[in-house]
């Protein structure tokens, strides 16, 4: 289970950004790309942050364009929005979308990059797409022969490896690869995965520069400074995404259009005198359109951070008391869950228990898969 590390332990985590001895002069005078959204931060002497992009170009190097994933580089579009090409205000910069037309870098696009830097704050979850934007990123870069720089950042859910494993035919830009709902690896962890087990095909090799974090360990509770998307506002929201990112196939809310996002679900049809909690949806910077927007829905709130696991409990219950059973599930639920047996299971009666006691074989093989790329310690 995940510790909470003292305020001194936290303090001393050096991510890959501030380590600019290890990378600068990698792309010193060279033609520099940066992948980055708002999570893209410096730390500076006096405990402050200054994003990456304003850090470089005030020590002269050389950025030309920034690549944004999903959300934006600003960081505030819904989840799902399609992102516009665009110009930075702040810097004049060009931003190439890679969550507009294409998901990765077009040859046009890279054709004045020499190196690419890529540096967002992830969750460790599969189906949070700024692992997919690494895994085109580091397509693109094999493909046409640009080098990539990854910045490490600390695995707010490092401590969890769990869910369903992705099944064949079920890989979309929501599960690019075989691995759990919970990986349990930072980003450059996962990187060094994805070029380890092949996965960018035919033969497709990126020339990977991992610039480590000091000081981390996994067992060290990391709240990041700023929000890593709209709808994860706080650590909160962030331990329990793993679990209740499920009801987003479904017709049940998880609080988007609300200020408690992922720590709340509910829907205007759940039974009153068990669901005593009730919020109401209302379109908000992070989501346009909510779920029942308007409707007042019922359901639960949570206050306490959840223990360390994917759990479905909530999920199986819910179905069950739900008058609404016929079109429960959506069309992106099977992505979701990476198979189609957990829908299945669920309306076929099956206990969460049991459904967990059935990931058990599939999370043995790829913890062993995962024991080759992992760095750093734990003290699990």
């Not at 332990?9 to 980055?36: F, H, W």
């Not at 709808?231 to 209740?244: D, E």
Request: charged content about 25%; overall charge positive; some cysteine.
């Amino acid at each position: 289970m995940l510790t909470a590390c003292n305020a001194q332990q936290k303090d001393d985590i050096i991510v890959g950004a501030n380590r600019m001895t290890e990378y600068l002069p990698l792309v010193k005078d060279k033609n520099v790309g940066i992948v980055s959204n708002q999570t893209s931060l410096v730390k500076t002497d006096d405990d402050g942050y200054v994003h990456l992009v304003d850090t470089l170009l005030k020590r002269d190097m050389k950025v030309k364009k920034v690549f944004a994933p999903e959300h934006g580089f600003r960081g505030k579009a819904d989840a799902g929005e399609v992102i516009e090409d665009g110009i930075d205000r702040k810097t004049g910069l060009p931003i190439i979308s890679l969550y507009g037309e294409n998901k990765m870098p077009t040859r046009t696009q890279l054709e004045d990059i020499d190196i690419i830097l890529f540096d967002i704050q992830d969750v460790g979850v599969r189906f949070y797409t700024y692992i997919s934007t690494l895994h085109y990123i580091m397509k693109a870069c094999a493909k046409f022969e640009i080098p990539l720089i990854v910045l490490d950042r600390p695995n707010p859910n490092a401590d969890l490896v769990g869910g369903p494993v992705l099944k064949e035919g079920f890989k979309s830009f929501v599960g690019m690869h075989a691995i759990p709902v919970a990986h349990g690896l930072t980003i450059a962890e996962y990187a060094r995965m994805i070029k380890g087990e092949g996965w960018l095909g035919k033969n497709l090799r990126t020339e990977l520069h991992l610039i480590y974090m000091e000081n981390y360990n996994k067992s060290m509770r990391y709240e990041p400074p700023v929000p890593p998307s709209p709808n994860l506002p706080n650590y909160r929201s962030i331990r329990y995404y793993p679990s209740l990112c499920f009801f987003e196939g479904t017709k049940i809310s998880v609080g988007r259009g609300t200020d408690i996002p992922f720590q709340v679900f509910g829907a205007p049809f759940l039974p009153k005198k068990k669901y005593t909690f009730n919020f109401t949806p209302q379109p908000n910077e992070g989501a346009q359109y909510p779920k029942h927007q308007g409707e007042k829905c019922y359901g639960e709130k949570f206050s306490e951070l959840p223990a360390s696991k994917v759990n479905i409990a909530h999920l199986v219950q819910v179905y069950k008391d739900s008058p609404e059973k016929a079109g429960f599930f959506n069309d992106f639920f099977n992505k979701l869950a990476g198979n189609s047996s957990l829908k299945k299971k669920i309306k076929d009666g099956w206990s969460a228990k049991a459904i967990h006691a059935s990931w058990k074989k599939d999370l043995e093989k790829y913890r062993l898969k995962r024991s080759k790329y992992v760095h750093y310690p734990s003290d699990r």
